[in-house]
């Protein structure tokens, strides 16, 4: 079989010294030289797949003409061991679906649950369950952005960054829960009955966000003003308006796309409604615009625990509410749905009138934000499948439950 | 919108027999499941739910249930964050057990057919595989409808009610110790499951992971495989007890039974 | 010439002893090619002990907490351990680290298998240890010892750093009882020569006849060409994107 070659890919010199008889190529049926294409296999076990991943790429030359993703390496079984255990021992199970925020899936099963039993919360409950929730969106950011940078080729040194400033935000939910990442921290109708937060917590977690302005100028220097990052991400793997909402992308990659849905302003829950802070959204959709979001979630983040603070530090302290020890809600079904880090994070509840569910869905945000990654990716570099992928910023544990 | 709008433009727009009504702040539709596709449709083009959130199936025992979570963004109003209707559009779709099944019989695999919606939605794509992986619900008109988070040949759908694991599993794990050599998984015959190199004495090995798990799925009759038992040592393989009682019990001298272990096909 | 090695020898008797397994420690007389060997084992032991380079290879959660053992606060780099390899012909220890499931144990079994000896096993975390609280799920394996031989088991869900740390500072104690002749190895939980098949199909023929099926169908040139990429504007400045509403 005889091997055509692509113009566009000789070597300067070859033609300079005239090896290659360009009048060859020079024709109008060009379109019909192709090389083959190479079919590579990438994962289950690769640095760049965030865990354990598996891509099918099919290239030509470099570029990407098909992407199949294979996962479930990490298929925990988590719908069916829920219909075996008690509502309340399912707040754990809950914390592994998105480890990197766990307690915002805390938030979706328990609010999933009050809206089951009608179950209100109180004052204290809620502010602690805000302030809570979104430093654990913020520890997620942190490692996104961190590891964004680190497929985008600057090594690991932001993730090095990220996880570092982390820590801070690990240590003042270690002090609230006692856990660094399973936090096992809300019930429903409110939170563990033996938390409150210490004395003087509100103070060291002010602290914690007064230090968090300079560490976001510290990645506006490290990575928004970096050329090598702009060429990296700006204008690649553009996703669309109508193309997100057709594929069901939400959280911070719907908005990248300049789609301004958030759970939390959609269906209001907890206190939000009452709180100040905004929606940033991108404009035109590529890494680039989904990156600074992120960004920008974080000082809004920043934005809503100072005012969640302020309102608990009003409310009095041990007055957590009831949260029932045996819940059981009477039979029917609910849907309740949170903004987690990724997107919007929904469960489906089904009760038969006992201890156990009788049926729990989980609609996990990064599981259905993958599926835009196929189409997003065609036409595309194989090196900006790895950029791509990492702006989408998804969780194994969350795709595979 | 209010709901009583929106549940008016429901019954105008799509007729013929629907009756939708308020559940707390949503607007739940029953859809018969050979309709899906056109309510799927009508929902996006005619009442502006654009935004396909959720895809749930329920066993109910006697039927399955699939719920579509529906919710209106209309990305046009940059302003506006709230959606056009505040809560969620459902349409609960009622599937028979039996409904278009791809298996007459009743059993593991028995598995009703049902419209896919991906051609409207795409963004359904890996809901739907999701849902035939593990509840068994097949979606017609799917591009690749395949398991997603299982492998090829897992036996039933977990999440129905009546799933059971099997007895017979044998505590499979081991096999990953050979390693990836080629053939030698595929070259043993199905009921030589252990072959020992002839040094082994020792307790009967009971094949199966969870003794106390129902020895088979309810709905079919085990095959021989998930009652055996094998003893070490005695050169061949001893039925176990199935329903019918033990069939079969090699001994020693029994030729055809050496044959078998010495693997030769000519008897 | 006399070799001044720094490193805390264990007790002598677990050097000079060994256990067969009914229960009568064997105890060695010293002869020429132990006293030639015993010096050579201590610099070997010296060495690999204080240079385990873990396998970057994550499963779930535990890893998270393995990047923060490696990051700034915990730094692993003062235990020898900080160069986190790919690759698993670089590699010495494998922190299995998050719950094991049955499809992915073909490819864990593969990576192990690639590793160069001596090679050791930390199981991190509840889900390798014993299936934690998964155990009883129908896709997970109850334990990673039922397919690699673990050296080391780490509790927790998920295990502190401190906790990590500490078990790559009891790995290197055992590293150091080490002796070239007598050899360290534990057993393979499964004696060699044993055939296991899945009556489901065991997940490598699953694996194989995927990637088959990949490579074998025919590929076709689709829409390849690359989507028109916008003129890029100047770099964002800094403080991240306008929000139109503010």
Known sequence: MTQTRNPSRLHPLEIEKGRVDLSLYATEDRKDLRSDLVKINLGPHHPSTHGVLHFFVTLDGETVVDLRVIFGYLHRSMEKLFEGRTYVGNVALTDRMDYTAAMLNNWGWCLCCEKLAGLEVNERSQCLRTVAGELSRLSSHLIGTGVFGQDVGILVTSVMWGFNWREEVLTVLDDLTGARMMYNFMRPGGVRADTDAPQGWSDKVRKVMDGLPRHIEDFHRLMTTNEIFHERTKGIGILTKEDALAYSVTGPTLRGSGVKYDVRRAHPYGIYPELDFDIPVGELGDCTDRYLVRIAEMEQSRRIILQALDRLDATEPGNLGKAPKVFKPPAGDAYAEVEGAKGAIGFYLKSDGGPEPYRAKIRSASFINLQALPMMVRGWKLADLIAIFGSIDINMGEVDR | MTQEALSLQVKVGFGKGVEPAIDKDNVVVQVAPGRILEFARFARDQLGFDFLDAITAVDNIETFELLYHWVSIRPSSQKEIKPAYPGYLLARVIVAKNLGSAQPEPGPDYEPVVPSITQVFPGANQQEREIFDLMGIRFKGHPRLER??????????????????????????????????????????????????????????????????????????????????????????????????????PGVGDPSQEQRALGSDSA | MAIDLPVVSPGSEELSSTDHGDGIQHHHVGSTFD?????????????????????????????????????????????????????????????????????????????????????????????????????????????????????????????????????????????????????????????????????????????????????????????????ARPALPAPAPRGGPADPSS
Request: glycine letters at 12%; proline letters at 11%.
């Open chain 2, 148 to 249: 997603i988070l299982l492998w090829e040949g897992f036996p039933g759908h977990p999440l129905r009610k009546d799933w059971r694991p099997l007895n017979a599993e044998i505590p499979w794990h081991l096999a990953g110790m050979r390693g990836f050599g080629g053939g030698t998984m595929a070259d043993i015959a199905p009921e030589a499951h252990i072959a020992v190199d002839g040094s082994g004495v020792g307790e009967p090995i009971v094949l199966g992971t969870t003794a106390e798990a129902p020895r088979y799925p309810a709905s079919r009759p085990p095959k021989p495989s998930e009652t055996m038992r094998i003893k070490l040592g005695q050169g061949g393989l001893v039925e176990g007890e199935g329903p019918e009682g033990p069939t079969r019990q």
């Open chain 3, 35 to 227: 006293v030639l060997i015993g010096p050579l084992d201590k610099l070997l032991n010296w060495g690999r002990s204080n240079s385990a380079w873990p396998f970057g290879f994550g499963l779930c959660c535990c890893f998270i907490e393995f990047i923060s053992m490696s990051a700034a606060r915990f730094d692993i780099a003062r235990f020898g351990s900080e160069v986190i390899r790919p690759s698993p012909r670089q590699c010495d220890v494998m922190i299995v680290s998050g719950t094991l499931t049955k499809k992915m144990t073909p490819a864990v079994v593969r990576l192990f298998q690639q590793m160069a000896e001596p090679r050791y096993v930390i199981a991190m975390g509840n889900c390798a240890v014993s299936g934690g609280i998964f155990s009883g799920g129908y896709s997970q394996v109850d334990g990673v010892d039922q397919v690699l031989p673990v050296d080391i088991y780490l509790p927790g869900c998920p295990p502190r750093p401190e906790a990590l740390i500490h078990s790559i500072i009891e790995l290197q104690k055992r590293i150091r009882t080490e002796s070239l002749i007598k050899g360290r190895r534990l057993q393979p939980a499964i004696p060699p020569g044993t055939k296991v098949a899945h009556p489901w199909g065991a997940p490598e023929q699953v694996f194989r006849k995927l990637y088959k099926r990949f490579y074998d169908e025919p590929a076709e040139h689709g829409a390849a060409a690359a989507p």
